[in-house]
């Protein structure tokens, strides 16, 4: 893998006040400047970084988002947006010829599942989905549209029903990726409500692909989302994900480029892994 296709993922805010029990967020960094942002857009651009991520917290939260990915794109980024989909049909016009990917979660369909797995305030979240996957067929839709599902104690009984209902909206996705639980950051307090065991996961996810062979479902387990992606935090702080808790690998706006890429592209396992859990980014095409 070399720079032009790992994809980092950039929070621009930890800010979310959606309480989810599985968040791994680091919450409580300050948000940078639109200004400062951008130029680190830039400086990524001339590093020789091509595909970015727009994370968060809740990067739609922020009212200027558009302005990034607009910018990102602008200057021949492939961009990826990972939101909870609530603002996604309004913003949608402005997104379509900027956007590639948009990564929108659902865990369960129903109130109670997705109450138990997030929070009060996600448990219509399957009611999003719906909308959405309703709303694009008559709108001229470009962008990729992934899913993204954790599997936890709270919903590992019920994923063949949440493929099939999925299913049965009248827009296809072109991905779904389906998590085992990490307890990483807040998620880390509610272990004991949703850990799930790696052969447990692993035995039902070979199921359900194979109970719905025409949807695009691929999964990674704890430890092969381990150290498999680069995320740079809203400080501008790169780390990666490591166990429990996050690895510092530098700054990309006070270390030099040289440093940068010597600490993430100088480590194999980090290079394989990312490799490994990207490989549906790929077999699309992107926006130029
Ligand atoms: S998981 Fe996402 S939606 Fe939930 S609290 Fe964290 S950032 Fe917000």
């Not at 990674?220 to 702080?237: G, I, Q, Y």
């Not at 394989?272 to 490989?279: A, G, H, L, S």
């Given at each position: ?8 993922d ?23 400047s ?39 794109k602008q ?15 309004m913003?949608?016009?402005?997104l379509?010829?900027?956007?590639d ?60 029903d ?57 999964w ?18 790169i ?30 396992e ?12 790929d ?6």
């Open positions: 893998m070399d720079i032009s296709n790992l994809l980092l950039f929070r621009i805010t930890s800010h979310c006040n959606l309480g989810c029990d599985l968040c791994f967020r680091n919450p409580g960094i300050k948000d940078s639109l200004s400062s942002a951008l130029n680190v857009i830039e400086r990524m651009y001339k590093m020789g970084f091509r595909r970015i991520g727009f994370t968060g917290g809740e990067p739609t939260s922020r009212d200027d988002f558009i302005n990034m990915i607009e910018y990102a200057m021949g980024f492939m961009t990826y947006l990972s939101t909870v989909g609530h603002r996604f049909t913003d949608h016009e402005r379509n010829s900027i956007l990917w948009v990564g929108i979660p659902i865990d369960g369909i129903d109130r109670h599942v997705n109450s138990e797995i997030r929070s009060d305030k996600m448990s219509n979240q399957h009611r999003v989905i719906k909308n959405i996957l309703t709303w694009l067929p008559d709108n001229n839709n470009r962008i990729n549209i992934k899913l993204t599902t954790v599997v936890s104690q709270s919903n590992i009984n019920m994923l063949s949440i493929v099939s209902w999925v299913e049965a909206l009248p827009y296809k996705i072109q991905a779904w990726r389906f998590y085992q639980f990490c307890p990483l950051g807040v998620g880390k307090e509610k272990r004991d409500k949703l850990e799930i065991n790696t052969d447990l996961f692993t035995y039902k996810m070979k199921i359900l692909k194979k109970q719905h062979p025409g949807t695009p479902i691929s990674a387990t704890f430890e092969e989302r381990d150290k498999a992606n680069v995320v740079m935090e809203p400080n501008f702080d780390i990666i994900p490591d166990g429990e808790n996050y690895t510092l690998l530098g700054n990309m706006l006070t270390n030099s480029p040289e440093e940068i890429i010597d600490a993430i592209f100088g480590n194999n980090i290079m394989q892994k990312c490799e490994n859990n990207r490989f549906w980014l077999e699309r095409e992107f926006i130029v």
